[in-house]
T-cell receptor
Framework: EAQVTQNPRYLITVTGKKLTVTCSQN?????MSWYRQDPGLGLRQIYY???????DKGDVPEGYKVSRKEKRNFPLILESPSPNQTSLYFC????????????FGDGTRLSIL | DQQVKQNSPSLSVQEGRISILNCDYT??????FLWYKKYPAEGPTFLIS?????DKNEDGRFTVFLNKSAKHLSLHIVPSQPGDSAVYFC???????????FGQGTILTVHP
């Protein structure tokens, strides 16, 4: 089954404690992306990757890092989380052909205290 | 600066009637538009898309209309069904399709 898998699904942690949210896809997709969803703001793109070792900033990259060392994985790293990063996070992927729709994971709810 | 706007936070429709969800955008570089549907506790799922070279795209009960001069698009669902109740996001992208911009979402409720 084609899937985008995020882990963990839920996390409560404290300010400053580094955390990583993993994202894995089994569709051999070139493109992957991270979004955060906040009330009244829809989804906002954090970072995206067009292929292995190719990443670029989205609209709200501050406070986040990503890496794309292999095609299937695209982890989101919060080096020093702060309360304003409390949000619902989604990872997505799509194939390399332009204008193909993205497949989304089921989300990770992060609470930073 | 919200480049993609869905000005109606919610919409309530009777089953069998037409649902019309609207979206406005400001960036004339956008040339590809999509609608996604989202249920609670799930990720968004793709519904329908339209390229800027078209003004209409249809898929079953779903039709998207694009008015480039007005920078406006709309999603029509007819007939509406209770299972269509969800949050609908309007999404816009540029030619490279690397960066996507989402609207705030519209909560559609279809009453039996």
């Amino acid at each position: 089954e084609a899937q985008v898998t995020q882990n963990p699904r839920y996390l409560i942690t404290v300010t400053g404690k580094k955390l990583t949210v993993t994202c894995s896809q089994n569709m051999n997709h070139e493109y992957m992306s991270w979004y955060r969803q906040d009330p009244g703001l829809g989804l906002r793109q954090i970072y995206y990757s067009m292929n292995v070792e190719v990443t670029d900033k989205g609209d709200v990259p501050e406070g986040y890092k990503v890496s794309r060392k292999e095609k299937r994985n695209f982890p989101l790293i919060l080096e020093s989380p702060s309360p304003n990063q409390t949000s619902l996070y989604f990872c997505a992927s799509r194939g390399g052909i332009d204008n193909q729709p993205q497949h989304f994971g089921d989300g990770t709810r992060l609470s930073i205290l | 600066d919200q480049q993609v706007k869905q000005n109606s936070p919610s919409l309530s429709v009777q089953e069998g009637r037409i649902s019309i969800l609207n979206c406005d955008y400001t960036n004339s570089m956008f040339d590809y538009f999509l609608w996604y549907k989202k249920y609670p506790a799930e990720g968004p799922t793709f519904l329908i898309s339209i390229s800027s070279i078209k003004d209409k795209n249809e898929d079953g009960r779903f039709t998207v209309f694009l008015n480039k001069s007005a920078k406006h698009l709309s999603l029509h669902i007819v007939p509406s069904q209770p299972g269509d109740s969800a949050v609908y996001f309007c999404v816009a992208g540029g030619t490279s399709y690397g960066k996507l911009t989402f609207g705030q979402g519209t909560i559609l409720t279809v009453h039996p």
